[in-house]
């Protein structure tokens, strides 16, 4: 194979990865995206040094400049579901400030309720003797 056609595959897998980060997030499934991101680091020292082979086996500037514009497209795409997941993050991570704030407020109330209506303690000792 080339390396023009193992740096498209390994784009093809970021993609793979990008679109399992928006399974991932949208099902609350935090283990599955830190894969997905374990996996993705991988890919980056991958995709660099393929990208520096495939621009090596290009044969003359022409070759060269249509790689980087089939890149560009592809980079495009990639960027686009990154910014997507990034969004789909920030909304799960409100979600779950807003679930914890509530949590808090329901257990102050407990709290208090507990103090207002709870039975006082008996006390440790009942006589002097």
Do not use: F
Not at 12 to 21: A, N
Not at 58 to 78: Q, V
Not at 79 to 88: F, G, T, V
């Amino acid at each position: 194979m080339s390396a023009q056609t193992d740096l498209l595959q390994a784009y093809q897998e970021w993609r793979h990865c990008s679109l399992s980060e928006s399974d991932a997030i949208g099902a609350s499934d935090w283990p599955r995206l830190s894969r997905s991101h374990a996996r993705k680091a991988g890919l980056q020292l991958q995709i660099v040094r393929q990208t520096k082979e495939a621009e090596a086996e290009c044969d003359s500037p022409a070759g060269r400049s249509k790689l980087r514009d089939n890149l560009r497209t592809i980079l495009a795409d990639l960027l686009l579901l990154e910014s997507r997941n990034s969004a789909l993050l920030a909304q799960a991570r409100g979600r779950a400030q807003r679930h914890r704030e509530d949590l808090n407020r329901i257990s102050s109330n407990l709290r208090r309720l507990q103090r207002s209506y709870g039975s006082p303690r008996p006390a440790a000792w009942t006589s002097y003797s």
